[in-house]
């Protein structure tokens, strides 16, 4: 006899070939005319057979005609591969999840830098993975000091991502020696950015009112630049 049904639902059959709600699995024991008997782990796309395990019986051959659930669930909150400096909640369609190794159930959040795996099976053994990246920490930038005025060049480094200089691309370690004022950013994967303004000046002041080396016997007011 074929019966249309979900791996993992019930199916009994009876000696008139009739059929009611009882345990059925591959692999696992059902019933069929009152003797138990055990799936014969013959899978042909959706066709199960099973056979009768008992050596002194006539043997009996069983058909279901069996819809596969061959669907993984479905995980929501996060795209593979993501770096984030944001927190990340997750959820899933159906089955049991673990994350990094501990439960985890769906609709909860992860705040933890660091990378995170993700992994939830359902009912009949399907799966899915996620895997992404938490990070808040941004990139540290080296070589020059934030707000400083400096009279000599300088070669800003910075440890992770990309970087611009007064809005242009800038390369860690690069040195900038033209006068003027400057603001560093240097923005990493997960949108982190660290900020450095700093000035180059090599123009000493201009003194006025005196005159170097020059002795006077009057007053002066000299003045500077």
Request: charge should be negative; hydrophobic fraction near 35%; glycine fraction near 12%.
């Amino acid at each position: 006899m074929t019966r249309s049904n979900q791996i993992g639902n019930p199916v009994a059959i009876g000696n008139d070939g009739s059929y009611a709600t009882a345990e059925f699995h591959p692999f696992v024991t059902i019933a069929a005319d009152g003797d138990l008997i055990r799936v014969g782990a013959t899978v042909n796309g959706y066709t199960v057979t099973a056979e009768r395990n008992y050596s002194d019986l006539d043997e009996q051959s069983i058909t279901l005609n069996i819809q596969v659930d061959v669907v993984p669930p479905i995980i929501t909150g996060i795209t593979q591969g993501t770096v984030t400096r944001e927190n990340v909640a997750l959820s899933f369609t159906d089955g049991t999840g673990v994350l990094d190794g501990s439960a985890f159930s769906s609709g909860e959040t992860v705040a933890s830098e660091g990378g995170h795996t993700l992994t939830v099976t359902d009912a009949t053994g399907n799966t899915s993975n996620v895997t992404f990246t938490i990070d808040k920490t941004p990139p540290v930038v080296l070589g020059v000091v934030h707000n400083a005025i400096q009279n000599t060049s300088v070669s800003p480094t910075f440890t992770e991502g990309t970087a611009t200089l007064n809005g242009n691309l800038f390369l860690s370690g690069t040195t900038v020696g033209a006068e003027g004022f400057y603001t560093l950013v240097a923005t990493d994967e997960a949108g982190n950015s660290t900020q450095v303004i700093f000035a180059l000046d090599f123009t000493a002041p201009a003194v006025g009112g005196v005159v170097d080396g020059v002795l006077t016997n009057s007053s002066l007011t000299p003045t500077f630049s």
